[in-house]
Nanobody, 129 residues
Framework: EVQLQAFGGGLVQAGGALRLSCVAS????????IGWFRQAPGKEREGVAC??????????YYADSVKGRFTISSDNAKNTVYLQMNSLKPEDTAVYYC????????????????????WGQGTLVTVSA
């Protein structure tokens, strides 16, 4: 059984930083893409960042809205994927979810987000102005 646990959200001022963690069980990270998605109130879910070693070790994808500010990484020994979020903006406020997609490459987040089948619970990130 695939289980994903996301945590690390909180309240931070604009310009601050947070690190989210997604702990995976029941899967091997070298066979899955792990993506971070977010959903703000009244908005559609957005793919934020993805990492996959299915084809290229440590391949990553970032949405334009977070490039240069967010960094996704993985620790396969801990089966954990991290999302380091720097220079946070109020518009980054959302519930953040991690999700797993078997056999996907990182850009799959943009072109086939529906292929991420397994989801963790969300963690709320609130950025105050």
């Amino acid at each position: 059984e695939v289980q994903l646990q996301a945590f690390g959200g909180g309240l931070v001022q604009a310009g601050g930083a947070l690190r989210l963690s997604c702990v995976a069980s029941g899967i091997s990270l070298d066979k899955y893409a792990i993506g971070w998605f977010r959903q703000a109130p009244g908005k559609e879910r957005e793919g934020v960042a993805c990492i996959s070693s299915v084809e290229v070790p440590g391949d990553t994808y970032y949405a334009d809205s977070v490039k240069g500010r967010f960094t996704i990484s993985s620790d396969n020994a801990k089966n954990t994927v991290y999302l380091q979020m720097n220079s946070l903006k109020p518009e980054d406020t959302a519930v953040y979810y991690c999700a797993a997609g078997w056999g996907l490459i990182a850009p799959a987040m943009r072109i086939m987000p529906s292929q991420f089948d397994d989801w963790g619970q969300g963690t709320l990130v609130t950025v105050s102005a």
